[in-house]
């Protein structure tokens, strides 16, 4: 999957990076961790190589706010905010119904 890119908490931008690319019998596999990042290139050029924003050093990355994990998803969720800033929970709120609708309707995946 390639990442989502949506705008949150007037007018945040962000991408969302699933955390796996997994394909079972040619279909998508869904992930339930996701990393959440500022988005760089709001309004232009969308990034193309998302594997190096998966690494451990993704801590590092000025934009990285953390890591939203689906534990059963519409009903437990985990944020994990260990970047170097950390959302409010009303946003987190956003985040997870922005990725909850991504999720519920595969048109919108871009394989």
Do not use: C
């Not at 390639?2 to 007037?10: G, K, L, R, S, T």
């Not at 009303?90 to 999720?103: F, G, K, L, S």
């Amino acid at each position: 999957m390639q990442p989502i890119y949506f705008e949150v908490a007037d007018h945040l931008p962000l991408m969302i990076v699933p955390d796996a690319d997994a394909h079972m019998d040619g279909h998508p596999v869904l992930t339930y961790s996701y990393a959440i990042y500022k988005n760089p290139h709001h309004g232009g050029d969308h990034f193309t190589n998302t594997d190096r924003l998966l690494t451990p050093d993704k801590k590092t990355d000025p934009d990285y706010l953390g890591t939203l994990t689906f534990e059963q998803p519409g009903r437990l969720f985990s944020y994990e905010a260990d970047g170097r800033e950390e959302l409010p929970g009303d946003v987190i709120q956003e985040v997870i119904e922005q990725i909850t609708h991504y999720r519920e309707n595969p048109n919108l995946w871009a394989l």
